[in-house]
């Protein structure tokens, strides 16, 4: 009923909310991701998304086809795999960044080790920025984290604004520094908080740096100060820091999957994993649109 390239297209529509990013990420012309989407909104007798000039929405029915997608997509892999008689072997080195400690990435690395038994994963949970150094050194073979907006490298997997983030109770003084929650160098998400303060010419000041997702949280929940972070990712107990608060814009964020040289069975075991990560991308997301009141 659903053709499979038409669900895969959907995914990365919904996951990049960006027709154009879809298009690239798919290496399709738009014309044809367009295509797909009113295909399979004609298969399903819905709209899966609202769309102007400016935004693409995932619908109720949108947000409901994600599931089923990523599930026929899941089982269509299998059957391909079980009747080609592929069978993934050797040694595979996945880095994904310290943003995705609190989301469902653990599922997709399940659903993999499930498919792959015979995989050797190992995975390191660093910043980012750190992430892309070990994989430039020849440490890692994946690697699932935010880039540089001047770096081009990496399969998009989705792309998200940055938010000031905080306690709800906490207030901000006009007159004082900005209290600032951060990672250490060479955190992305440190220096564009920083770029974007200076660019302002808001006095700053540093309340807390903790090198884990969970320390920065506890400092933020305790009331200690801001934060940036990606708007899909704001964890639990946290919420946006209101536009009256004068804290200047952060832009936006790619999150990538970008490989390393190896080839060989790790290189075939890096695109099984990547593909996985792709059809399950909204799983990473908290989809949260919360605010201080």
Known sequence: ??????????????????????????????STVSQHVRRLEEATGRTLFDR???????????????GFARRIL?????????????????????GAS????????????EGFRHDHPEVDLELTVELSGTLHERLAAGRLDLV?????????????????????IGAERLRLEPD???????????????????????RQGRPWRIACTSG????????????????????????????????????PELGGVDFVLVHG??????????DALAAAVLAGGDRLQRRQRTGMG
């Open 1 to 30: 009923m659903y053709d499979p390239s038409q669900l895969r297209t959907f995914l990365a529509v919904a996951q990049t909310l960006s027709f154009t990013q879809a298009a690239r990420r798919l290496g399709l012309r738009q």
């Open 52 to 66: 102007d000039t400016h935004a693409v929405e995932l619908t109720e029915d949108g947000e409901a086809m994600l």
């Open 74 to 94: 899941e089982v269509h892999e299998q059957a391909a795999a079980f009747f080609t008689g592929t069978r993934l072997r050797g040694r595979l080195r996945f």
């Open 98 to 109: 310290e943003d995705f400690v609190l989301t469902r990435l653990p599922e997709i690395l």
């Open 144 to 164: 699932l984290a935010k880039r540089r907006p001047e770096d081009p490298r990496g399969e998009l997997v989705w792309h998200d604004e940055l938010v000031w």
């Open 176 to 198: 004082r520094p900005v209290p600032l929650i951060v990672y250490p160098p060479p955190g992305i998400t440190r220096a564009l908080a920083l770029e974007a303060l200076q």
């Open 212 to 247: 884990s997702l969970n320390g920065l949280i506890a400092a933020a929940r305790a009331g200690l100060g801001v934060m940036a972070h990606s708007r899909g990712l704001i964890p639990p107990g946290l919420v946006r820091v209101p536009d009256r608060s004068g804290l």
């Open 261 to 270: 040289r190896r080839g060989g069975a790790a290189q075939e075991a890096a």
